[in-house]
């Protein structure tokens, strides 16, 4: 058997660490990109390739990788061939987190341990699957459930309607809040020409505000800010390649946006005046209705000009940026802190040589009012394999305080993808327990298992704010006790 009750847990203490401490701890899911709406429907899967395949870019990367044509992927391939790909790049796999993580997901959700995917188990599996998706608990909000998940954030766009959400929070028989999360990406992305006009054009409608300047278009911002938090958000997420923080005026951006609105394109300063402007009316937003924003740093988007024009975005061709972000971070966040508007925050980094960069900056803006009030982030896309959890709670515990860490993020469209926790808290419960093996921690499993328990779920529930999560003793302390 592959994966083993005691699967990444090299020592005694990483496996007491493990079974007595983290594996039972609940999920705050903070961070995702489920379709709401598929939770809203309660959506059946019509099979395994629609399941694990039908938006995973991470697997379509892979079997490209691996010599497999497009069709196969995100083409119009039937669902069996598309799944035959799949299992015969498995194999090639080896040492890819996705060997991991298909074979995890395999024996959480389905029971499936004593055979590895491969061409000639392939028809095993998917037999063996297909036949249990018809049954109670394989739905969307079945697999939410046996994932012991407390809370859902997905990921919204300001113009959204929310009515996914609405109809959730109206159906008393599911129980588990999902709750909108703000995603500004649209908002700033003023170089857009006729697609940024139409999307201010959304907001308009959406927020009931005619938008004329750029004063109306903040209002239509705020208006939308409040709606989604009356929804219960209470998160913002900026995924940009690297932060604007320059020196700005109204007269500037008000120029900026008026160019843009009668379809000229502002020039790059002025662009970058403008994001720099919103950047820092989005933190005060956030700040005024005690919301935690996060930045998603370093996603070099769309590489690829030819399959982006005929695929679009998310389609497994992004890459890492090498833009420096430390500078103009230190001054957007010190511009908020200046204030008094800095609100909660979560730094993350895409490329790994920012590791050190945003831990120690994270320290720069502790003000001691909240336990880790500026968070430096879980290892996210690129680096959410164990070499990268590794590494980032390397960089945390080396010049800030791990024990306040608020834990892994799920950063997926897919319901299965709540075992990247599993791996996650065994990753951390391995390295603390080799670390206890050597006498670098002490052998004290109370306490040692107190700071897991933090960091699995009791930091999150209590960090986040979400007044509909039981939090099951999060001011509990660090021995657990």
């Known amino acids: 058997m592959f994966i083993t009750e ?31 709406q598929q939770i809203a429907d309660d959506h059946r899967f019509r099979n395994l390739t ?25 083409g119009d391939a039937g669902d069996w061939e598309k799944f035959e790909k799949w299992a015969a790049t498995v194999p090639r796999l080896l040492r890819n987190p996705l060997y991991h993580w298909t074979h995890l997901e395999l024996k959480r959700y389905f029971g499936i341990a004593d055979v590895l995917l491969a061409p000639d188990t392939a028809r095993r599996i998917w037999d063996a699957v297909n036949r249990r998706l018809p049954e109670p608990g394989f739905s969307c909000r079945g697999f939410i459930k046996r994932s012991n998940v407390e809370v859902v954030c997905t990921t919204d766009d300001p113009a959204d309607s929310l009515a996914a959400h609405e109809a959730i929070a ?92 009668a379809g000229r394109a502002p020039t790059p300063d002025q662009a970058a005046q403008f994001k720099s402007a919103l950047l820092v009316e989005f933190g005060r937003m956030d700040c005024r209705r005690h919301w935690t924003q996060q930045y998603h740093l370093g996603a070099l988007r769309n590489p690829n000009s030819r399959r982006f024009s005929a695929l679009g975005a998310d389609a497994g061709f992004d890459g890492i940026s090498d833009r420096t972000v430390g500078r103009p971070l230190a001054r957007l966040l010190d511009r908020l802190e200046r204030d008094g508007r800095l609100p909660r925050t979560i730094l993350y980094n895409l490329n790994p040589r920012d590791n050190l960069l945003l831990a120690v900056l994270a320290g720069s803006f502790q003000d001691g009012c909240v336990p880790g009030k500026v968070q430096y982030g879980s290892g996210w896309w690129f680096l959410d394999h164990q070499d990268g ?21 799920t950063d997926s469209r897919s319901f299965l993808s709540y075992a990247r926790h599993e791996y996650f808290r065994r990753v951390l419960c391995n390295l603390l327990g080799k670390e206890m093996s050597q006498g670098l921690l002490p052998a004290d499993l109370a306490l040692v298992g107190g700071m897991v328990r933090d960091i699995c779920y009791r930091n999150a529930a209590s960090y986040f704010g979400f007044e509909t999560v039981d939090r099951g003793g999060a001011e509990g302390g660090q021995d657990g006790r």
């Open 389 to 409: 959890m590794e590494k980032q709670m390397d960089a945390l515990s080396q010049v800030g305080l791990l024990s306040r860490f608020v834990g892994m993020v």
């Open 50 to 74: 629609e399941l694990w395949l039908g938006d995973d870019h991470y697997k379509w990367r892979a079997m490209r990788w691996n010599g497999v044509p497009e069709r196969f992927c995100s």
């Open 6 to 36: 005691d699967f990444l847990l090299e020592t005694e203490p990483a496996r007491r660490l493990y079974h007595e401490h983290a594996a039972g701890m609940p999920i705050v899911d903070y961070h995702c990109h489920l379709p709401p």
């Open 170 to 261: 109206a159906d008393p028989s599911f129980g588990i809040p999902v709750l909108p999360t703000w995603r500004s990406d649209k908002a700033l992305a003023i170089e857009g020409g006729a697609a940024f006009n139409a999307w201010v054009d959304r907001l308009a409608e959406a927020a009931d505000v005619a938008i004329g300047d750029f004063d109306s278009f903040l209002e239509a911002l705020e208006r939308r800010h409040e709606f989604f938090h009356r929804h219960g958000c209470r998160l913002s997420d900026h995924g940009i390649e690297t932060v604007w923080a320059e020196e700005y005026g109204a007269t500037e951006v008000e120029s900026a946006f008026r160019r843009a609105r």
